[in-house]
């Protein structure tokens, strides 16, 4: 048995390796060989490990060194002193974990002491395209225990009993979607994985596919036994390569292992999986929309009833779950369902992985139990708002979502306290705002995303949408009319009570939310014509500042709109109605008498 | 086409190699790996302790290397910490005299009395 007495794992998911993690990693093979060391230490390269804003990340085991920031030029230096002559490179290190020069254990780290890393435990830790590594931390247990243990019943029950909610958005209990589909008669039925993670801003399936593969197929296979199907289908977005290439690598060597495909461990159940991609359309997200993907036809939604349990892909009984209520799945299996109700609240059970993005010290991916506050998401683990500015919402559930204000921060995350805060729990893309954020202007961001996705089937998505879009578009401009917030209110309620599909229905949300906690923004556009947040270009107004002002008269020999005007070594001012607020003016004044507000 | 059992084999067997990733509480084997220890002779004696643990198939051992301890004169140095024991100081080590260790103090409990610093002491 071969004995490396250090493992040096070099972060591979998508955010390090746009950042060169790779040549990092073939750095670090070259010199070893030149040192002599590739006999006892060996390069390891893995999934995410949450703490994208610091990477590319290299963790070094034993020790559990966690080199943050890494370049290409730093692996010498890692390499001779560290790793050749025991001396911990600190000057590379996270500075969190270091204390008095002493390393700090990672779990005592602000970014993760509060974490609990249940669907992501292997992500960082072992290299994705080793189904050996994912075999030694318990992997394919869980299948082995439902095929020689449990009947598909019994499967069912657990995961009822574990209380296990969709992670994918709507939180639909999973165990009641399988006896759905358990019990529609069919001959054939499918088990299918939701991968397309269309919401801007989130990647936690992202980081589970790449760094864990293996627990997304181990799940739907024990998802096939309990409801009678032979097969699955991933249907991943596009545009994520790297998960693309792990899936089909997890795939190869699982049924090489002949743990996919006839008769799995001798135990008589045939599955195989295959991979579907989309090709970038937000709408193919939604449930039967996806279905009609797979099928070859375009993503437009369909009415349910039927449901997929009942008639879904192809017709036949279909489950669709998302990627990470999969990554839960075996777990459960193995340490029981009440060991995963252990963490969470009354009726939301278990962790959630979030993304988090925006204005924040610590961007990355963090899973924490169900029940924490946002205060802590965002001041503990984030490391709170960057440039020392004030935080001013956060927005959960993306383009379906709503904001969650500063007065709602000590609030428990969980699906419905969320939902009655006029937001919802989404994906998990947490979009953190400061000050300079204009509320109006997110609202319109989201609304173009919608109106752009929309696929245009039914009438109230088609035209509602465009109809509120092209509110909010003149309202940011400085057009916004008496009246306006009114119409915006009473054409969300009527796309929410008619839309065809999820996209359709949940497209006001963000409109709604920012109205409900941040009138007053809006109101301020409409009326004074003025953007609080100093965002809306269109709202700004260039003035000159008498009291700063020479008179020098360069700014209006420049002014492309001739609307500067005053006499030599007299204050000069700019006409509003002539100024195209190009900013031509405030760049060439020599005494920055000039501001825009 | 593998079976359970080969499953079970080979999750036993990669354990071994990638439990070090976990946070564990099993023995640490420490070597001297500065300079002063490099040039002692440090190297050769990791290999054999490395070579030793990994023929054993001992799991839940760590063979980490530090810098400098100290008694640089007492090169090369191996410090054995066995969990709810006082750490051991091993002096003057050689890849032979590590292989006992290994056989001895770490797989049996019984520590090599004569090779530790408090004998090289009393000489």
Sequence with gaps: ?597 | MKTIQELEEIRKRTLQTINIRKDRSGTRIVVGMATCGIAAGARPVLASIMDEVSKNNLSDVVVAQTGCIGVCRLEPIVEVYRPGEEKVTYVRMTSDKAKRVVREHVMLGKVVNEYTIGSEEKK
């Design chain 1, 1 to 597: 048995m071969k004995m490396y007495r250090s493992h040096v794992m070099i972060c591979k998911g998508t955010g390090c390796s746009s950042s060169n993690s790779e040549q990092i990693a073939q750095n670090f093979e070259k010199e070893l060989k030149e040192y002599g060391l590739d006999k006892e230490i060996i390069i390891e390269r893995t999934g995410c490990f949450g703490l994208c804003a610091l990477g590319p990340v290299v963790i070094v085991y034993p020790e559990a060194a966690f080199y943050s920031r890494v370049k290409p030029e730093d692996v010498h230096e890692i390499v001779t002193e560290h790793l050749l002559k025991g001396r911990v490179v600190k000057k590379l290190l996270y500075h969190e974990a270091i204390d008095e020069g002493r390393l700090k254990s990672l779990n005592e780290v602000p970014f993760y002491k509060k974490q609990v890393r249940r669907a992501l435990r292997n992500c960082g830790v072992i290299n994705p395209e080793n189904i050996d590594e994912y075999i030694a931390f318990d992997g394919y247990k869980a299948l082995e225990k439902v095929l020689t243990q449990m009947t598909p019943q019994e499967v069912i029950d657990t995961i009822s009993r574990s209380g296990l909610r969709g992670r994918g958005g709507a939180g639909f209990p999973t165990g009641r979607k399988w006896q759905f589909a358990a019990a529609s008669k069919d001959d054939q039925k499918y088990v299918c994985c939701n991968a397309d993670e269309g919401d801007p801003g989130a990647f936690m399936d992202r980081s589970v596919l790449e760094g864990d593969p293996h627990s997304v197929l181990e799940a739907m296979a024990i998802a096939g036994y309990a409801i009678g199907s032979n097969q699955g289908y991933i249907y991943v977005r596009a545009e994520y390569p790297v998960a693309v290439k792990r899936l089909t690598i997890a795939i190869g060597q699982a049924r090489e292992y002949g743990l996919l495909g006839k008769n799995i461990l001798g135990m008589g159940f045939d599955f195989d999986i295959e991979i579907r991609l989309g090709a970038g359309a937000f709408v193919c997200g939604e449930e039967t929309a996806l279905m009609r993907s797979i099928e070859g036809k375009r993503g437009m939604p369909t009415p349910r009833p039927p449901f997929p349990a009942v008639k879904g892909l192809f017709a036949k009984p279909t489950i669709l779950n998302n990627v990470e209520t999969y990554a839960n799945v075996c777990q459960i299996i193995l340490k029981g369902p009440e060991w995963f109700a252990s963490i969470g609240t009354e009726k939301s059970k278990g962790t959630k992985v979030f993304a988090l993005g925006g204005k924040i010290n610590n961007t990355g991916l963090v899973e924490i139990p169900m029940g924490t506050t946002m205060r802590e998401i965002i001041f503990d683990i984030g490391g709170g708002i960057p440039n020392g500015r004030k935080f001013k919402a956060a927005q959960t559930g993306g383009p379906s979502g709503g904001c969650i204000p500063a007065s709602k921060l000590d609030v428990p995350i969980d699906y419905d306290n969320l939902i009655a805060l006029g937001s919802m729990m989404g994906s998990g893309g947490l979009i953190v705002m400061d000050d300079t954020t204009c509320m109006v202007d997110i609202a319109r961001f989201f609304l173009e995303f919608t109106v752009d996705e929309s696929c245009g089937k039914c009438t109230p998505c088609r035209e509602g949408t465009k109809r509120m879009l092209e509110i909010l578009e003149r309202i940011c401009s400085g057009k916004g009319e008496e009246g306006d917030i009114e119409k915006l209110e009473h054409l969300a309620k009527i796309i929410k009570d008619s839309a065809l599909c999820g996209l359709g229905q949940t497209a006001p949300n963000p409109v709604l939310s920012t109205l409900k906690y941040f009138r007053n923004e809006y109101e301020a556009h409409i009326k004074e014509k003025r953007c609080p947040a100093g965002k809306c270009q269109a709202l700004l107004k260039y003035t000159i500042d008498p009291s700063l002002c020479k008179g020098c008269g360069l700014c209006a020999r420049n002014c492309p709109a001739h609307a500067i005007s005053g006499k030599i070594r007299e204050p000069h001012t700019i006409d509003q109605k002539k100024c195209l607020k190009c900013g031509l003016c405030m760049s060439k004044c020599p005494f920055k008498a000039i501001s825009k507000k």
